[in-house]
Each structure stands twice: as structure tokens, then as C-alpha cells.
């Protein structure tokens, strides 16, 4: 298992920016593609961005197109979530995790990720 530790959270306004980060310890970075999900309130998780192991293969969900940027450092074993534009409907716990079975590809797919970090808290507001 690898141990991952968000930061970056925060309470911004509507339209303003925000980066979230996520430290990796404990297994070869590299070995992982990384994931961004977030939960809101009483809705369930879901899944926000994602990157392969090289940097070079990104997916993203539809509402966060344009607005968000993943991005990775292997050499600071870190993967940040750049939140640009932010809304009140991004307002959630946002998660950072780790895939070693799709870690070619950049998998949406919670069920993927098998590390979890305890999460960061973003609120917007309106």
C-alpha cells in the first residue's frame, strides 16, 4: 500500500483558484497512476481527475473540463489538482488515490484505486 496525504484545501470564492496536493509515501511513485474524487454532502463519491504514471495520459470529468488540471512530479512523489474557476457545486472532500492495476492508463473508475488519502476539505462560495 502506498500512503498518500492531501493538502490544499481551503474555503475560496466562486471563481476564484485553488491547488490541491497530495504527497506519496511508502512505494515507487511511478508504479501508480493517481486519481482525484470528491464527495459532496449526502452524495456519494465520484470521480474528478486522473493521471497515468508517465504524466502523459489525463482524464477528466465532464464538469471539471476546462477548469481543473492534474499533473504529477515523480521526482517530489507528489500529484496536484490545479481548481481554477471554482463553483458553489464544487464545494466536496476531495480525495487523492492510487492506482497500481491501471497505472498505463488514466482510469475513472473508483473500484481501480487501491490507496486511499483521508481527504481535503474545499468549499466555495457563492
Known amino acids: 500500500q502506498v500512503q498518500l496525504v492531501e493538502s490544499g484545501g481551503g474555503l475560496v470564492q466562486a471563481g476564484g483558484s485553488l491547488r490541491l496536493s497530495c504527497l506519496a509515501s511508502?512505494?515507487?511513485?511511478?508504479?501508480?497512476?493517481m486519481g482525484w474524487f470528491r464527495q459532496a454532502p449526502g452524495k456519494e463519491r465520484e470521480f474528478v481527475a486522473s493521471?497515468?504514471?508517465?504524466?502523459?495520459?489525463?482524464s477528466y470529468t465532464d464538469s471539471v473540463k476546462g477548469r481543473f488540471t492534474i499533473s504529477r512530479d515523480n521526482a517530489k512523489n507528489t500529484v496536484y489538482l490545479q481548481m481554477n474557476s471554482l463553483k458553489a457545486e464544487d464545494t466536496a472532500d476531495y480525495y487523492c488515490?492510487?492506482?497500481?492495476?491501471?497505472?498505463?492508463?488514466?482510469?475513472?473508475?473508483?473500484?481501480?484505486?487501491?490507496?486511499w488519502g483521508q481527504g481535503t476539505q474545499v468549499t466555495v462560495s457563492s
Open positions: 488515490a492510487a492506482s497500481g492495476a491501471s497505472w498505463s492508463y488514466a482510469s475513472s473508475e473508483s473500484a481501480d484505486f487501491g490507496s
Open positions: 511508502g512505494r515507487t511513485f511511478s508504479d501508480y497512476a
Open positions: 493521471i497515468n504514471w508517465s504524466g502523459l495520459r489525463t
